[in-house]
């Protein structure tokens, strides 16, 4: 029955997150490092940006700026936010400084996030139950 499988679909998810969790034994530093990044994704200026780069490669403040759309004082103090906490990197070419991306590793995150949020806006969206089971190839 449909709650025998979500039990077991929930119990083998959670033995698999305790299982990683207990292997992964981050530090206090580790994990106040994953928060920042987590916080350096809090705020659109910056995803736009990431986004941006994501797509178009190594650019320089000002085309970043123009566009996404905002001031380019607020895009570089926005990229200086990403480069500080290791998202982003950036090379001076005389004058010009172009910034890239550093690690992108936080677009895996940001795909679950984006994918779910478009469901959402098409009214997609299922319970989290049923995604794991698409996800996992399960008939519903």
Avoid: W
Wanted: aromatic share 10%; charged share 30%.
């Amino acid at each position: 029955d449909r709650f025998a499988q979500t039990s077991h679909l929930r119990i083998c998810a959670f033995t698999y997150i305790d299982r990683s969790v207990r292997q992964r034994q981050l530090s206090d530093d580790g994990f106040a490092r994953v928060a920042r990044k987590f916080r350096a994704l809090g705020d659109p200026v910056r995803l736009k940006i990431l986004d941006f780069l994501r797509r178009e490669g190594e650019l320089p403040v000002g085309a970043i700026a123009e566009r996404i759309g905002c001031s380019q004082p607020n895009a570089s103090r926005q990229l200086g936010r990403l480069f500080d906490d290791g998202l982003v990197a950036r090379r001076r070419e005389g004058n010009v400084v172009q910034y890239f991306i550093e690690d992108f590793t936080v677009f895996d995150f940001c795909e679950a996030m984006c994918g779910r949020i478009e469901r959402q806006d098409q009214g997609q969206a299922g319970s989290l139950y049923e995604q794991s089971v698409q996800l996992a190839g399960q008939p519903k």
